[in-house]
């Protein structure tokens, strides 16, 4: 599976942003999509967990994106949604898309979009 994240760029402080992750098949069953991200200086195993959302639409969020962040998903489309509201510097960083299949063990990530927040 492919998985294409968009919408990243350069905002203000306290704007927002839509982030999508379009996946190239459908979404298999029991499958948890999340976004993490992956700050400046940072390694890919030390990306950060931003939240995931369940194949029934349960989302969970990571303390700090919680009443900022919307996580959603939108099965027909094979898409993956990130609402980032009220944006601080500290949210700078390469998002990207993860699908993890409960039934198979499987993980696939995307390439990442890249978000700057200048204060």
């Known amino acids: 599976v492919q998985l294409a994240e968009s919408g990243g760029g350069l905002v203000q402080a306290g704007e927002s942003l839509r982030l999508s992750c379009v996946a190239s098949?459908?979404?298999?069953?029991?499958?948890?999509m999340s976004w993490y991200r992956q700050t400046p200086g940072k390694q890919r195993e030390e990306r950060e967990w931003?939240?995931?959302?369940?194949?029934?639409?349960?989302?969970k969020y990571a303390d700090y994106v919680k009443d900022r962040f919307i996580i959603a998903r939108d099965d027909a489309k094979n898409t993956l949604y990130l609402q980032m509201n009220n944006l601080a510097p500290e949210d700078t960083a390469v998002y990207f898309c993860?699908?993890?299949?409960?039934?198979?063990?499987?993980?696939?990530w995307g390439q990442g979009t890249q978000v700057t927040v200048s204060s």
């Open positions: 098949r459908d979404f298999p069953e029991r499958t948890y």
């Open positions: 993860h699908e993890h299949s409960v039934i198979w063990g499987t993980n696939f």
């Open positions: 931003v939240a995931s959302i369940t194949e029934n639409g349960e989302p």
